[in-house]
């Protein structure tokens, strides 16, 4: 799932004619300044990063004068907000809002819907779940049938919807329909709109721009494909993309390596059953290498939030030599302490079993998932 920024959501926005701020990015606060000074007032300076919630972070900032504007983009740039690197700022015209709303569209892909839905609500710039899930009746839901796309008539039900009369009901239609039309054109995941925003001169414009893209269809967007998705900027994700491991890093304490997405989310399971959280999702494929096995055992034991480690392989097209070779060559590699259970099934299990014993390791063995549950909790107690 590609992550676009804000003004690359926004230059989206722009070649849909939708409204947008004006406004350009800048990377040096110098830049900051000359735009402000083409804009000629007041501007918000706007770092961008590949998440949201920057406003509460201190990364959307006003500014009076160009030389205000030049003073903070001095600040923002080079700093780390919300754990990513600030290397661009958007300045653009600060507007007087009026009334905020929000705008979105996701795919449900409940067995009984399996279509984009399009969410307006009045209650723009909050979090989106809480309205859905504490004041239902102020999100506007329209479901999209795929063949016939959204159709006038919804998008004048949600202009209705959130309150609006005369001829914004009309403007705000047709940002419904272009968002939509964007959204199918793009192969989108999501798109997010918050805020959308009237001015106080009854002007509606998008003032923030959240795209996501479906990852199985970035080859029909090569221009897409080639912006650079910073939303995977941990380090070990990018190292473990260099091997073409599937890491994700979590927030718990037992590293897992597992073989398939199917064991990956049985693990993940399991690590839950017993009371414990996974600290990451790393699958190293079916037809893992040794050496991918070693990359993906330095990632595991370099995060630092690591006490376990749980290595659960059922060896199919990967035999479970080709692991343990992979396991004692990364032991050789690194000085591995912490404690590391490991649970093999499937083809040349012998073979791999005895590999790791001779190797003179001291990990913990187990023959089935139970077994190394039960070995993974005794080890966490422990440590
Ligand atoms: P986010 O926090 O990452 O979602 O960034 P947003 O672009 O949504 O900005 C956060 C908040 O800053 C918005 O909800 C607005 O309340 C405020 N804000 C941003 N731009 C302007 C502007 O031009 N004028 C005013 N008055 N407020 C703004
Ligand atoms: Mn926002």
């Known amino acids: 799932m590609a992550r676009l920024q804000e003004h690359e959501g926004k230059a989206l926005f722009k070649i849909a004619k939708m409204p947008i701020p004006q406004g350009a990015v800048a990377k040096t606060p110098v830049e900051a300044r000359q735009i402000a000074e083409k804009i000629g007032k007041p ?18 900032k006003f500014a009076d004068t160009p030389e205000e504007a030049e003073k ?47 969410m307006f609500s009045t209650e723009g710039g909050m979090d989106i779940e809480r309205v859905a899930a504490e004041t239902p009746d ?3 839901t329209e479901p999209v049938d795929p063949a016939a796309g959204l159709r006038p008539f ?29 959204f199918i054109e793009k192969d989108c995941s999501h798109v997010e709109i ?47 993309s260099r091997y073409n491991l599937n890491y994700i890093k979590l927030k718990g304490n037992v590293g897992c390596m597992v073989n398939g997405a199917g064991l990956a989310m049985a693990t993940m399971d399991l690590i839950k ?29 370099s995060d630092p939030d690591v006490r376990v480690v749980l290595i659960n392989i059922f060896g199919g097209i ?28 499937g083809t040349n299990v012998e073979l791999g079993r005895r590999i790791l014993a001779d190797s003179g390791l001291n990990f913990s063995y187990a023959t089935t998932m139970g077994e190394a549950a039960g070995q993974v909790r005794a080890l966490l107690r422990r440590a």
Not at 97 to 117: L, M, S
């Open 43 to 60: 501007v918000v300076i706007k770092v961008q990063i590949w998440t949201g919630g920057r406003g509460k972070a201190g990364g959307v």
């Open 138 to 140: 102020k999100v506007i």
């Open 273 to 301: 059953h017993i009371g414990a959280e996974p600290a990451n999702f790393l699958d190293v494929g079916g037809g893992a290498t040794s050496e991918m096995i070693t990359q993906g055992l330095k990632i595991l034991v």
């Open 72 to 118: 903070i983009a001095a600040t923002l740039l080079g700093a780390t907000i919300k754990g990513y690197l600030v290397e661009t700022v958007l300045v653009e015209e600060k507007l007087d809002i009026a009334k905020e709303y929000y705008a979105g569209i996701i795919v449900n892909a409940q067995a009984d819907a399996r279509c984009p839905v399009v």
């Open 154 to 182: 919804q998008a004048m039900r949600i202009a209705y919807g959130v309150g609006l009369e005369g001829p914004q009901v009309r403007q705000m239609g047709d940002i419904a329909l272009k968002l939509y039309r964007l």
């Open 194 to 240: 918050n805020p959308l925003v009237k001015t106080g001169d009854g002007k509606l414009l998008a003032l923030d721009a959240k795209i996501n893209l479906d990852d199985n269809a970035l080859f029909r967007h090569k221009d897409l494909a080639a912006l650079k998705d910073g939303s995977q900027e941990d380090p070990l994700e990018v190292e473990a």
């Open 318 to 345: 990967l035999r479970c030599d080709t692991l343990a070779r992979g396991v004692t060559e990364a032991v050789k590699q690194l000085s591995i302490t912490l404690p590391v259970v490991v649970r093999l099934e």
